[in-house]
Each structure stands twice: as structure tokens, then as C-alpha cells.
């Protein structure tokens, strides 16, 4: 058991709705995940399997029709879910930050990228416009953008993504945040920026001491730079373990399916294995495991119970009835 | 250090060349433009312009035709038409400017309310903007200004009544667009309050089709403005309102043209020339139209 001190953020059995006109989506339907102080946690799924909708819930900012039903969020002893929105603007941006995915549309175009610097600091702190601006020069340092001087006087549009996403990542931890969520940041990014965004995160986490729960349907990328990850299948956690584990020995026939699929260099082979059908409609939900209608080895009742997350091993946890 | 300001400065006139060659290559926009000048200037120096008193009656000069004396001729008391055009020009000016404003400032408000907030605050402001653009406005303004009571400052209170639900509507539809962008989420993980992104993203991002409606329901307010005057519900005689002007020369058309005629050229000239800007902004703001 880890002492509880060391967990920055828990969440417990955390289930959000959205109460569409044609029925309720369970985009994410009990979820339980622990990060710990300085640790980097990964949240790997498919599209629509509620990875950024987690991220949303965690930041207060899921909006209607969209809907927390139950579960709790603890940030730092203190849960989150119980907070006024006035308490949560003084958390947000401050203690915990967030980076987003399309940096382009992160930056507002009608204003210089100083403007929006310098905002960014005063929200949160009374500090003069000089103040604000040594504070924002300085952060555009730290993430390796040359030429800050300058660069406070541009727009949006006038940068590269690269250079954008830097900006970003300088305005989410201007106020060094305990917490970052970073939902998939170097998606929009050519491969050798993203390698880049990624060492730059690393670094500044280092730095600032700074936890992170990476968002990703890469595996590539969350290898890289988490310690821990998540597998989330429609809405519902999978497989919790470190990331030698998950690569060396997975055992859930989900992350078993997603590994199968990357290809290997050295194979010698024509096709990739891939995953039977899709993703179930989050509407209208069988009672059995998420996962079942697609799996190799489904036995009678995984159709009728939803298998709990369970640890198989000190640290790795897994929702599958065939490992117990 | 000085490079820097040179840059900065080099930037800033590339930017207003750019403004300049856009409007350069906008003729019609540029005769808007003169037009308004124009009549601006008219409105500040109406005292100097007018050769005559707008009000005072002189019945031996009565609908003498136009000859160097009286520029438009003179209508049936006597009085200049020129120096009552000039003199109208105030009124005409006056009435768009202020409907525009209050229209502006309250259906901006309530469009950003509905569009911000959503739900049941949207529902409400929606239904009621629904209930007022459900009558023809020439109508509806015509039946408050009855209610009201047959006076200028009645006329304008019932047009911006009237006209404020455009407003709203262009404004909620412009918040619902600038909303779902992430630099509003972005800064709401910042930590911003809604009264900052509304004041500090959203508005910011959505002046530029609010101006252009702005300028092209000018000139639409005054047609209206002139209209209401012309079925006497607008200024009271003797005030020298165009439409007023216009309804009182049309029991002399058969032998006064010059009565009812230069006051409706002054109410075209003047539509004429905010349409043109209007059109010519929107063409510079919309990359889309631009050639």
C-alpha cells in the first residue's frame, strides 16, 4: 500500500454521463486510478473511450449536457467534486494545469502571444504589467523558443506548431502546477517536433516537480515518458500497471490486442494482427465486460457480470475474469 | 533595443498599407466613406451651412422653385428646404446613432448571456427575441410609438425596442461559434473567471460581423426613423425631419416637385452611402469575399 501523502490525485469509482436526446452515453462508467507526487501517468484508449472526458472531469470543466453522477475526485486530500466553481478557478491553472491538444486553436488569434502571456500570470497573481512580463519572458525561455522578445509581440499565426505548442506548454506551467493533464499533446505534431515536445515536457516536470497524466492513443508515445499507465476501454479501465510490465507482460487480451497491433521491425511480416469488430455503442450497453464481444477468449460469464479491476500482482491490476 | 521598436513600427505600417490597398481596391466603399464624411460634417457645421432659420416662417417667399436664393426652393410656408435638409441632418443622425447603440448594447448583452450560459437562461431570452421578430418591425415600431405617444425621443425608443432581438440573435450565434474553440477552454484550465473570457476572448473575436450589421442597419434605421415621421409619428412640426418633410410636400407635387423630392434624395444619398461602407467592410473582414 502506498501512504496516502504520496498520492497526489485519486480517483474512486468516478462515473460520468452524458444525457443526450437519444439516451445516456456512458463515456466513462467507474473508473479508479491513482497518480502519485511526481510520478507521470499514462491514459492510453481509442478514440471515444472517455480519456479526454476524464481529463475534463478532473479540471471541473465538463459542460451539459455532460454530467458527474457519482464517485470522487481527491486532489491533494480535498475532494475536488465537492468544490464551488470560485474554488476550483483558484485551483485551475495554478496548482493544476493543462495542455491541450491542437495548439493552433489554444491561442486566441486576436491577441499577441505576450498578451495572452501576461494574462495568463496575472490570473493568478496581483503582479504589475512589468512583473507579468519578466515572469512571461522568462517561461518562454525555459521552454526553448529563441528570441522571447520578439516572439511576445507575434500572433498565433504567425508561429510554427512546434513553436506553438511550446507557448502552450509555457502558459500551463507558468504558475509551476502540481499537476498537469495533458491530453495529447503532440498529436497535431510532426514526428520530430513531437520527440522534442516530449523531452521538453519531461524536462520542465523534472524541474518543477510537477506530476502529469499523459492522454494518448499512441503507445509510442506514452512508453516514452510515463511511468504508470491506464488502459481505458470504452469507458472502463482495463489494466492499471507500470510500463515495463505493460510491455513485457501484458495480460489483458485488450492491451494483448493493442501491443499485437504495433509493427515490429525485425518480423517479417505481411499483415498486422488487429482486434475483431469495434467499439461498442456507449448508449446502449450489454451488463458483461465492456470488452467481451470482441474478445478471443470470452467464457459465459463475462456476457452476464462486468469483471472487477483487480490486482493479479503487487502493482498490476487487471479486469478479467480469466486471471482470477 | 531600437531594432526592435524599428521592427515593431515596420510591422505597423505594413499592417495599415495592407488596410489601405484593401480599401483602395473598394471604390464604392471609399464614395460610402465621403458620403458619411460628408454628413458628419454637415451635422457639426449645420449652422454655417443653412442660409436660412429651418423654422421661421416667411409666407410671400412661399413654394418658390429652386434659383440661386433658395438652393431646393421653398416649401409651403415659406421656409428654405436646403437649410431644412441641412438642419434634418441632425435629427437623421441622431436617431440611427442612438437606436443603434441602445440596440446594440442590449441585444449584445442578452445575445452573450444566452449564448455563454445556455439552457434555461437561453431558452428564455431566445423565446422573447422569437416574440418581437414575429411582427413586421415597421409595424411593431409604428404600434409602441402610438402607445408611446407621437415624439421623437418615443420614435427611437421604439425602434431600439424593436431592434434590439438582431442583435442578441447575431451576438448568441458569434459566442456559440468563438465557444467551442479551445483558447476559451484553455483558458478556462487557466483558471479564468466567465466575466474574463467573455470580456477578454469573446468579445474580442466578434465585433468585426457586429460592426458590419451595424453600419448596414444604419441606414435601415433611418428609412424607418423616416418612415414614422412621414405617418407623423416621429418630431412634431416644425421640426425639419426628412420624412415629416416628404408627407407635408405631397399635397403640392403637382406644383412643387422640388417639396417632397430633396428631402427623399437627402434620405437616399444617406442609406446609400452606410449600405456601401457596410458592404465594403464586410468585404474586408470576410477573406472569403475578398478578390
Known amino acids: 500500500m502506498i501512504p496516502s501523502d504520496d498520492l497526489l490525485i485519486v480517483g474512486n469509482d468516478l462515473k460520468i454521463y452524458f444525457y443526450t436526446y437519444d439516451g445516456v452515453a456512458k463515456a466513462v462508467d467507474g473508473i479508479n486510478f491513482t497518480v502519485k507526487r511526481g510520478e507521470s501517468f499514462g491514459l492510453i484508449g481509442e478514440t471515444g473511450c472517455g480519456k479526454s472526458v476524464t481529463a475534463m472531469a478532473i479540471m471541473g470543466l465538463i459542460d451539459h449536457p455532460g454530467k458527474i453522477v457519482s464517485g470522487e475526485i481527491i486532489y491533494q486530500g480535498e475532494n475536488l467534486l465537492e468544490k464551488s466553481e470560485k474554488e476550483m478557478q483558484k485551483i485551475r491553472g495554478k496548482s493544476m494545469s493543462m495542455i491541450f491538444q491542437d495548439p493552433m486553436s489554444c491561442l486566441d488569434p486576436v491577441f499577441t502571444i505576450g498578451h495572452q502571456m501576461i494574462e495568463s500570470v496575472r490570473i493568478h497573481q496581483k503582479v504589475g504589467e512589468k512583473e507579468a512580463m519578466k515572469q512571461a519572458i522568462h517561461m518562454i525561455e525555459e521552454v526553448q523558443v529563441p528570441d522571447p522578445h520578439n516572439i511576445m509581440g507575434r500572433y498565433a499565426h504567425e508561429l510554427s506548431g512546434g513553436m506553438q505548442q511550446r507557448i502552450v506548454i509555457a502558459m500551463a506551467l507558468i504558475h509551476h502546477p502540481q499537476l498537469v493533464i495533458a491530453d495529447e499533446p503532440t498529436t497535431a505534431l510532426d514526428v520530430t517536433i513531437q520527440a522534442q515536445i516530449l523531452r521538453l515536457i519531461r524536462e520542465l516536470r523534472l524541474k518543477f516537480n510537477t506530476s502529469m497524466i499523459l492522454i494518448s492513443h499512441d503507445l509510442g508515445v506514452v512508453h516514452k515518458s510515463c511511468d504508470r499507465m491506464g488502459i481505458l476501454y470504452a469507458g472502463n479501465l482495463m489494466e492499471i500497471c507500470d510500463k515495463q510490465r505493460l510491455f513485457s507482460n501484458p495480460l489483458h487480451p485488450y492491451t494483448k490486442g493493442l501491443l499485437g497491433a504495433i509493427p515490429k521491425i525485425k518480423e517479417d511480416r505481411e499483415k498486422l494482427s488487429v482486434i475483431r469488430g469495434s467499439l461498442p455503442d456507449i448508449k446502449n450497453l450489454a451488463p458483461g465486460c465492456r470488452f467481451e464481444p470482441r474478445c478471443t477468449n470470452s467464457v459465459s460469464r463475462c456476457k452476464k457480470e462486468k469483471p472487477p479491476l483487480s490486482e493479479i500482482e503487487p502493482g498490476h491490476w487487471v479486469a478479467c475474469y480469466h486471471l482470477n | ?291
Open chain 2, 1 to 291: 533595443m531600437l531594432t526592435d521598436i524599428e521592427d515593431k513600427l515596420s510591422d505597423r505600417l505594413k499592417r495599415l498599407n495592407y488596410f489601405l490597398f484593401l480599401i483602395r481596391k473598394n471604390p464604392l466603399m471609399i464614395v460610402g466613406l465621403v458620403i458619411i464624411f460628408g454628413l458628419i460634417l454637415v451635422t457639426v457645421f449645420a449652422v454655417q451651412i443653412a442660409t436660412y432659420d429651418p423654422i421661421k416662417i416667411n409666407p410671400p417667399e412661399r413654394l418658390k422653385p429652386p434659383n440661386l436664393k433658395y438652393l431646393f426652393g421653398t416649401d409651403d410656408l415659406g421656409r428654405d428646404i436646403f437649410s431644412r435638409i441641412v438642419y434634418g441632418t441632425r435629427i437623421t443622425l441622431r436617431m440611427g446613432m442612438t437606436v443603434i447603440t441602445a440596440a446594440l448594447v442590449i441585444g449584445s448583452f442578452l445575445g452573450v448571456l444566452a449564448g455563454f450560459f445556455g439552457g434555461i437562461v437561453d431558452e428564455i431570452i431566445m423565446r422573447i427575441t422569437d416574440v418581437f421578430m414575429s411582427y413586421p418591425y415597421l409595424v411593431l415600431a409604428m404600434v409602441l410609438t402610438v402607445a408611446l405617444g407621437p415624439s421623437i425621443q418615443n420614435a427611437i425608443l421604439a425602434m431600439a425596442i424593436v431592434w434590439w432581438p438582431t442583435y442578441a440573435r447575431l451576438m448568441r450565434s458569434e459566442v456559440l461559434r468563438i465557444k467551442e474553440n479551445y483558447y476559451v477552454k484553455a483558458s478556462q484550465g487557466f483558471g479564468a473567471s466567465d466575466s474574463f473570457i467573455i470580456l477578454g476572448h469573446i468579445l474580442p473575436n466578434s465585433w468585426v460581423p457586429v460592426l458590419v450589421q451595424c453600419t448596414l442597419d444604419f441606414g435601415r434605421v433611418i428609412m424607418y426613423g423616416a418612415s414614422l415621421s412621414f405617418i407623423g409619428l416621429g418630431p412634431q412640426p416644425p421640426a425639419p425631419e426628412w420624412g415629416a418633410m416628404i408627407n407635408a410636400g405631397r399635397f403640392f407635387i403637382e406644383n412643387a416637385w422640388w417639396y417632397s423630392t430633396f428631402p427623399g434624395l437627402a434620405i437616399m444619398v444617406t442609406i446609400l452611402g452606410f449600405n456601401l461602407l457596410g458592404d465594403g467592410l464586410r468585404d474586408i473582414f470576410d477573406p472569403r469575399l475578398r478578390r
